[in-house]
Protein backbone atom coordinates (compact mmCIF):
# COMPACT_ATOMS: atom_id res chain seq x y z
CA UNK A 1 0.00 0.00 0.00
CA UNK A 2 1.66 3.66 -1.21
CA UNK A 3 2.36 5.82 1.37
CA UNK A 4 1.59 9.61 1.75
CA UNK A 5 3.29 10.89 -1.38
CA UNK A 6 4.59 14.64 -1.21
CA UNK A 7 5.53 16.35 -4.57
CA UNK A 8 7.88 18.08 -5.07
CA UNK A 9 10.60 17.21 -2.68
CA UNK A 10 13.09 20.17 -2.82
CA UNK A 11 12.34 23.49 -4.55
CA UNK A 12 14.01 27.04 -4.50
CA UNK A 13 12.23 30.38 -4.32
CA UNK A 14 12.66 33.78 -4.41
CA UNK A 15 11.13 36.21 -1.98
CA UNK A 16 7.75 37.84 -3.15
CA UNK A 17 6.44 34.32 -5.19
CA UNK A 18 4.11 31.78 -4.33
CA UNK A 19 4.46 28.32 -4.26
CA UNK A 20 2.19 25.44 -4.38
CA UNK A 21 3.21 21.82 -3.00
CA UNK A 22 0.92 18.75 -3.67
CA UNK A 23 -0.29 15.92 -1.21
CA UNK A 24 -1.51 12.47 -2.30
CA UNK A 25 -3.04 10.63 0.83
CA UNK A 26 -2.83 7.02 1.53
CA UNK A 27 -5.37 5.16 -0.25
CA UNK A 28 -8.90 5.45 1.87
CA UNK A 29 -7.59 8.27 4.14
CA UNK A 30 -10.46 11.13 3.80
CA UNK A 31 -8.33 13.97 6.54
CA UNK A 32 -5.13 15.34 5.37
CA UNK A 33 -3.00 17.58 7.44
CA UNK A 34 0.23 19.97 6.70
CA UNK A 35 2.81 21.26 9.00
CA UNK A 36 5.79 22.96 8.72
CA UNK A 37 9.12 21.89 10.31
CA UNK A 38 11.87 24.68 11.10
CA UNK A 39 14.96 24.57 13.56
CA UNK A 40 13.62 27.67 15.79
CA UNK A 41 9.84 26.42 16.06
CA UNK A 42 10.25 22.75 15.39
CA UNK A 43 6.66 21.18 14.17
CA UNK A 44 3.96 23.57 13.79
CA UNK A 45 0.27 22.66 12.67
CA UNK A 46 -0.96 24.22 9.55
CA UNK A 47 -4.03 22.95 8.76
CA UNK A 48 -6.19 19.79 7.92
CA UNK A 49 -8.67 19.00 5.43
CA UNK A 50 -11.68 16.42 5.77
CA UNK A 51 -13.82 15.78 2.57
CA UNK A 52 -13.11 19.06 1.10
CA UNK A 53 -13.56 21.13 4.11
CA UNK A 54 -11.08 22.70 6.56
CA UNK A 55 -11.56 21.33 9.58
CA UNK A 56 -8.84 22.70 11.88
CA UNK A 57 -6.51 25.77 11.22
CA UNK A 58 -3.20 26.43 12.99
CA UNK A 59 -2.23 30.06 14.07
CA UNK A 60 -0.21 31.30 10.42
CA UNK A 61 -1.32 34.08 8.46
CA UNK A 62 -3.43 34.07 5.71
CA UNK A 63 -0.38 34.06 2.64
CA UNK A 64 -0.90 30.22 3.93
CA UNK A 65 -4.17 28.13 2.18
CA UNK A 66 -5.08 25.01 1.20
CA UNK A 67 -7.63 23.08 0.17
CA UNK A 68 -8.58 19.39 -0.81
CA UNK A 69 -9.81 17.63 -3.73
CA UNK A 70 -12.79 15.18 -4.06
CA UNK A 71 -10.72 12.56 -4.16
CA UNK A 72 -8.75 13.29 -1.15
CA UNK A 73 -5.52 14.56 -2.78
CA UNK A 74 -4.35 18.42 -1.56
CA UNK A 75 -2.58 21.35 -1.87
CA UNK A 76 -1.26 23.90 -0.09
CA UNK A 77 -0.19 27.53 -1.29
CA UNK A 78 1.91 29.70 0.39
CA UNK A 79 2.01 33.53 -1.48
CA UNK A 80 4.29 36.37 -1.50
CA UNK A 81 7.00 34.38 0.38
CA UNK A 82 9.17 35.43 2.57
CA UNK A 83 13.06 34.38 3.79
CA UNK A 84 11.19 32.98 6.94
CA UNK A 85 9.27 30.40 4.86
CA UNK A 86 11.96 28.14 4.59
CA UNK A 87 10.93 25.09 6.13
CA UNK A 88 10.35 21.28 5.86
CA UNK A 89 6.45 21.05 4.97
CA UNK A 90 5.22 17.98 6.32
CA UNK A 91 1.64 16.50 4.66
CA UNK A 92 -0.37 13.50 7.08
CA UNK A 93 -3.34 11.66 6.60
CA UNK A 94 -5.50 9.59 8.08
CA UNK A 95 -8.77 7.63 8.22
CA UNK A 96 -11.87 9.39 9.25
CA UNK A 97 -13.42 10.22 12.40
CA UNK A 98 -13.49 12.86 14.93
CA UNK A 99 -11.44 10.88 17.98
CA UNK A 100 -8.10 11.31 18.96
CA UNK A 101 -6.66 7.97 18.18
CA UNK A 102 -6.27 7.80 14.93
CA UNK A 103 -2.64 7.22 13.38
CA UNK A 104 -1.43 9.72 11.47
CA UNK A 105 0.99 8.49 8.92
CA UNK A 106 3.40 11.47 7.43
CA UNK A 107 5.34 11.83 4.12
CA UNK A 108 8.69 12.52 3.16
CA UNK A 109 7.86 15.95 3.06
CA UNK A 110 8.67 19.01 0.35
CA UNK A 111 11.92 21.00 1.11
CA UNK A 112 10.99 24.93 0.61
CA UNK A 113 13.93 27.45 0.42
CA UNK A 114 13.47 31.17 -0.27
CA UNK A 115 16.52 33.34 -1.07
CA UNK B 1 -3.41 25.21 25.48
CA UNK B 2 -2.33 22.15 24.76
CA UNK B 3 1.64 21.33 25.38
CA UNK B 4 4.16 18.58 25.21
CA UNK B 5 8.01 18.91 26.62
CA UNK B 6 10.68 16.76 25.87
CA UNK B 7 14.07 16.25 27.16
CA UNK B 8 16.50 18.47 25.44
CA UNK B 9 19.15 16.70 23.38
CA UNK B 10 21.44 15.81 22.04
CA UNK B 11 21.30 12.31 23.83
CA UNK B 12 24.33 10.55 23.12
CA UNK B 13 24.88 7.07 23.81
CA UNK B 14 27.19 4.15 23.41
CA UNK B 15 25.55 1.23 21.62
CA UNK B 16 23.37 -1.42 23.57
CA UNK B 17 23.17 0.90 26.88
CA UNK B 18 19.87 1.90 27.85
CA UNK B 19 17.03 4.48 26.58
CA UNK B 20 15.16 6.90 28.15
CA UNK B 21 13.39 9.99 26.38
CA UNK B 22 11.48 12.34 28.98
CA UNK B 23 8.30 13.42 27.87
CA UNK B 24 5.35 15.68 29.96
CA UNK B 25 2.28 17.02 28.19
CA UNK B 26 -0.47 19.03 29.48
CA UNK B 27 -3.95 19.19 27.98
CA UNK B 28 -7.38 19.64 28.73
CA UNK B 29 -8.65 16.50 27.78
CA UNK B 30 -7.79 13.32 27.93
CA UNK B 31 -5.33 12.98 24.90
CA UNK B 32 -4.52 10.24 22.67
CA UNK B 33 -0.37 10.39 23.13
CA UNK B 34 2.57 9.30 20.13
CA UNK B 35 6.14 8.95 19.58
CA UNK B 36 7.31 9.26 15.68
CA UNK B 37 10.74 9.27 14.59
CA UNK B 38 12.59 10.87 11.89
CA UNK B 39 15.71 9.84 10.77
CA UNK B 40 18.02 12.27 8.84
CA UNK B 41 16.39 14.29 5.69
CA UNK B 42 13.17 11.96 6.11
CA UNK B 43 9.94 12.63 7.24
CA UNK B 44 8.18 11.43 10.59
CA UNK B 45 7.59 7.92 11.02
CA UNK B 46 5.32 6.54 13.72
CA UNK B 47 6.82 4.62 16.04
CA UNK B 48 4.68 3.65 18.95
CA UNK B 49 1.15 5.29 20.49
CA UNK B 50 -1.46 4.71 23.58
CA UNK B 51 -4.81 5.98 23.46
CA UNK B 52 -5.71 5.95 27.16
CA UNK B 53 -3.98 5.81 30.44
CA UNK B 54 -2.12 2.94 31.76
CA UNK B 55 -1.79 1.64 27.59
CA UNK B 56 1.72 0.71 26.97
CA UNK B 57 2.98 1.06 23.62
CA UNK B 58 5.68 -0.83 21.52
CA UNK B 59 7.08 -1.55 18.86
CA UNK B 60 11.17 -2.56 17.43
CA UNK B 61 12.17 -2.73 21.41
CA UNK B 62 10.61 0.70 22.18
CA UNK B 63 8.20 1.47 24.89
CA UNK B 64 6.35 4.08 26.19
CA UNK B 65 3.59 3.85 28.95
CA UNK B 66 0.59 6.18 29.58
CA UNK B 67 0.83 7.54 32.94
CA UNK B 68 -2.15 9.92 33.29
CA UNK B 69 -1.28 10.44 36.84
CA UNK B 70 2.26 12.30 35.78
CA UNK B 71 1.21 13.14 32.75
CA UNK B 72 4.16 11.34 31.55
CA UNK B 73 5.33 9.09 28.18
CA UNK B 74 8.69 8.54 28.51
CA UNK B 75 10.15 6.37 25.66
CA UNK B 76 12.42 3.56 26.74
CA UNK B 77 14.91 1.36 25.23
CA UNK B 78 16.35 -1.81 26.68
CA UNK B 79 19.57 -1.58 24.20
CA UNK B 80 19.60 1.16 21.61
CA UNK B 81 21.62 0.54 18.32
CA UNK B 82 23.69 2.87 15.95
CA UNK B 83 20.81 2.30 13.51
CA UNK B 84 18.66 3.97 16.20
CA UNK B 85 20.50 7.32 15.67
CA UNK B 86 17.53 9.63 14.77
CA UNK B 87 15.37 12.67 16.38
CA UNK B 88 12.54 11.51 18.46
CA UNK B 89 9.16 13.84 18.49
CA UNK B 90 6.72 13.10 21.34
CA UNK B 91 3.07 14.51 20.45
CA UNK B 92 -0.67 14.13 21.80
CA UNK B 93 -3.95 14.69 20.02
CA UNK B 94 -6.25 16.19 22.17
CA UNK B 95 -10.03 15.03 21.45
CA UNK B 96 -11.32 18.36 23.84
CA UNK B 97 -9.68 20.83 21.35
CA UNK B 98 -10.36 19.99 17.71
CA UNK B 99 -12.90 17.89 16.15
CA UNK B 100 -10.15 16.28 13.95
CA UNK B 101 -6.61 15.11 13.77
CA UNK B 102 -4.68 17.31 15.11
CA UNK B 103 -0.72 16.54 16.75
CA UNK B 104 0.82 18.59 19.25
CA UNK B 105 3.91 18.12 19.24
CA UNK B 106 7.21 18.13 21.39
CA UNK B 107 10.40 20.21 20.08
CA UNK B 108 12.24 16.79 19.58
CA UNK B 109 15.26 14.95 21.17
CA UNK B 110 18.42 13.96 19.06
CA UNK B 111 19.75 10.71 19.71
CA UNK B 112 23.46 10.06 19.00
CA UNK B 113 24.40 6.52 19.35
CA UNK B 114 27.96 5.39 19.25
CA UNK B 115 29.58 2.10 17.87
Known amino acids: KAGVTQTPRYLIKTRGQQVTLSCSPI?????VSWYQQTPGQGLQFLFE???????NKGNFPGRFSGRQFSNSRSEMNVSTLELGDSALYLC??????????????FGEGSWLTVV | GDSVTQMEGPVTLSEEAFLTINCTYT??????LFWYVQYPGEGLQLLLK?????DKGSNKGFEATYRKETTSFHLEKGSVQVSDSAVYFC??????????????FGGGTRLMVKP
Open chain 1, 92 to 105: ASSLAGGHSGNTIY
Open chain 1, 27 to 31: SGHRS
Open chain 1, 49 to 55: YFSETQR
Open chain 2, 27 to 32: ATGYPS
Open chain 2, 50 to 54: ATKAD
Open chain 2, 91 to 104: ALSDPNNNAGNMLT
